[in-house]
Antibody
Framework: HVQLVESGGGVVQPGRSLRLSCAAS????????MHWVRQAPGRGLECVAI????????LYADSVKGRYTISRDNSKNTLYLQMNSLRPEDTAVYYC??????????WGQGTLVTVSS | EIVLTQSPATLSLSPGARATLSCRAS??????LAWFQQKPGQSPRLLIY???NRATGIPARFSGGGSGTDFTLSISRLEPEDFAVYYC????????FGQGTKLEIK
């Protein structure tokens, strides 16, 4: 049973940093690429970052490039998203997702990030 | 950026009816299109990948079609649990999602 549990969300002031974590279980984490996808309140979905199974390849949306860093620790079955220089428009629920067929196939429940002064 | 436009914005149908949702891409995405379902307070669920392939455990009443710029998601006979918001997503150039179609009970 695939399980993805995000944590680390909260309220943060503009310009500050936050690190999200995603604990994976129920599958061979080190064999799968992983995605971070966000959803602003009442809005649609936006893919923000993707990492390959071994962590060597990382891709970012233009809206977060240079501010966000995706990483993983396969020994801990954990995915991370370091978010720096946060802006009010980064406010969203952040989901981690396992990649199958090159799309996010299994999603966590999400963690809410609110950027506000 | 490839923009996906979904129509209609809202679709009102009765249980047992057939639903057809549309997704149009601003540029050719080949068959690199997926469909997701999202219910209130839940995370999205993958239904279809690469235009017409059902994901694991997805009922056969869900089917996808199309290629290039025009795609459809069909639900043959609506069950009460099918009423939700549906998103399309392309992966031909980065990953972008449509704005969603809300399928509501008539």
């Amino acid at each position: 049973h695939v399980q993805l549990v995000e944590s680390g969300g909260g309220v943060v002031q503009p310009g500050r940093s936050l690190r999200l974590s995603c604990a994976a279980s129920g599958f061979a984490f080190s064999n799968y690429g992983m995605h971070w996808v966000r959803q602003a309140p009442g809005r649609g979905l936006e893919c923000v970052a993707i990492i390959s199974y071994d962590g060597r390849s990382k891709l970012y949306a233009d809206s977060v490039k240079g501010r966000y860093t995706i990483s993983r620790d396969n020994s801990k079955n954990t995915l991370y998203l370091q978010m720096n220089s946060l802006r009010p428009e980064d406010t969203a629920v952040y989901y981690c997702a396992r990649e199958q067929w090159l799309v996010p196939s299994d999603w966590g429940q999400g963690t809410l990030v609110t950027v506000s002064s | 950026e490839i923009v996906l436009t979904q129509s209609p914005a809202t679709l009102s149908l009765s249980p047992g009816a057939r639903a057809t949702l549309s997704c149009r891409a601003s540029r050719n995405v080949g068959s690199y299109l997926a469909w997701f379902q999202q219910k209130p307070g839940q995370s999205p669920r993958l239904l279809i990948y690469d235009a017409n392939n059902r994901a694991t455990g997805i009922p056969a009443r869900f089917s996808g079609g199309g290629s290039g710029t025009d795609f459809t998601l069909s639900i043959s006979r609506l069950e009460p649990e099918d009423f939700a918001v549906y998103y399309c997503q392309q992966r031909a150039n980065w990953y972008t999602f449509g704005q969603g179609t809300k399928l509501e009970i008539k």
